[in-house]
């Protein structure tokens, strides 16, 4: 499976950016898709996933209610639609692909593939 991820940038606060991953190769047999992001110095942190099969979703406490997460099997492509942003939101963002597990979700640990990285700054 490959990921290329697209939609980052800059935003002011309060702003609104979209994310979007497309999947090639295997992608029709990716369990979970999720956003992860990791500011230089610190652990990466799980931002959202969804269950590519029933469409389940997670999402880490701070962004619940800002951010959703889609995934549209038809174009197997992942988006992360991104409203009222904050500073603290400012991070490289990575998409991934793994399995419907605990330790992926919440972690990305057992990803199948990993997107290249975007750059999302809130000012």
């Known amino acids: 499976v490959q990921l290329v991820e697209s939609g980052g940038g800059s935003a002011q606060a309060g702003g609104s950016l979209r994310l979007s991953c497309a999947a090639s190769?295997?992608?029709?047999?990716?369990?979970?898709m999720g956003w992860f992001r990791q500011v230089t110095g610190k652990e990466r942190e799980v931002v959202a996933a969804?269950?590519?099969?029933?469409?389940?979703?997670y999402y880490l406490n701070s962004v619940e209610g800002r951010f959703t997460i889609s995934h549209d099997n038809a174009k197997n492509t992942l988006y992360l639609q991104m409203n009222d942003l904050k500073p603290d939101d400012t991070a490289v963002y990575y998409c991934?692909?793994?399995?419907?597990?605990?330790?992926?979700?919440?972690?990305?640990?057992?990803?199948?593939?990993w997107g290249q990285g975007t750059q999302v700054t809130v000012s």
């Open positions: 969804i269950d590519t099969g029933d469409g389940s979703t």
């Open positions: 991934a692909a793994g399995p419907w597990r605990d330790d992926f979700v919440r972690t990305g640990k057992g990803a199948h593939a």
């Open positions: 190769g295997a992608a029709r047999s990716i369990e979970c």
